[in-house]
Antibody
Framework: QLQLQESGPRLVKPSETLSLTCTVS??????????WAWIRQPPGKGLEWIGS???????YYNASLQRRVTISVDMSKDQFSLRLKSVTAADTAVYYC???????????WGRGTTVTVS | QSVLTQPPSVSGAPGQRVTISCTGS?????????VHWYQHLPETAPQLLIY???NRPSGVPDRFSGSKSGTSASLAITGLQAEDEADYYC???????????FGTGTTVTVL
């Protein structure tokens, strides 16, 4: 059964770079035509898609975050990562990683990790 | 700034039927992109409830159903149960934004 697990620092200082990794187990980032996504939920707010990547490295980013976001994939480790630079308090959120097919739903999610910018 | 609009909250008594609307536009739902629904309980990952407008993943009770028409979609919960108290989000793809969009979210309360 495919599982996703987020990892990374829980506390990041303003203006620094937030870095998170999602480890895929019970499957591989190279399987099928899947994309691997990052989604976040700020406190008291809704879900926001950050961006997605496939195993070939093709990326799609939320336009509102595009200038600050980089998503990469490491096929040898079955991991994909998020880097969000120049963070502010508004980037405080629960960050989830997830899997999806192009234009379709997110069918597997990680449990999420809370990142605080302070 | 979600492009899919949902009512902030809906409520109902146990056993009743409630519906949650998801209103989009011609660049997402109206463009033919499918709508998907998630149930989100506190401190847990969102769970896929409905995919492809009206399909239930295995394990999801048939009390949950989805539909889509024009630029909108709906999630219906029949036979409301206490365990259905959660936040619900719709999701689709937006060609204008070239990305995935979530609804504003709806909190379901069982009275």
């Amino acid at each position: 059964q495919l599982q996703l697990q987020e990892s990374g620092p829980r506390l990041v200082k303003p203006s620094e770079t937030l870095s998170l990794t999602c480890t895929v187990s019970g499957g591989s980032v190279t399987s099928g035509s899947y994309y691997w996504a990052w989604i976040r939920q700020p406190p008291g707010k809704g879900l926001e898609w950050i961006g997605s990547i496939n195993h070939s490295g093709t990326t799609y980013y939320n336009a509102s975050l595009q200038r600050r976001v980089t998503i990469s994939v490491d096929m040898s480790k079955d991991q994909f990562s998020l880097r969000l630079k120049s963070v502010t308090a508004a980037d405080t959120a629960v960050y989830y990683c997830a899997r999806h097919e192009p234009y379709y739903h997110m069918d597997v999610w990680g449990r999420g990790t809370t990142v605080t910018v302070s | 700034q979600s492009v899919l609009t949902q009512p902030p909250s809906v409520s109902g008594a146990p056993g009743q039927r409630v519906t949650i609307s998801c209103t989009g536009s011609s660049s997402n739902i109206g463009a033919g992109y499918d709508v998907h629904w998630y149930q989100h309980l506190p401190e847990t990952a969102p769970q896929l409830l409905i995919y492809g407008n009206s399909n239930r993943p295995s394990g999801v009770p048939d009390r949950f159903s989805g539909s889509k028409s024009g630029t909108s979609a709906s999630l219906a919960i029949t036979g409301l149960q206490a365990e259905d108290e959660a936040d619900y989000y719709c999701q689709s793809y937006d060609s204008g934004l070239s990305g995935y969009v979530f609804g504003t979210g709806t909190t379901v309360t069982v009275l």
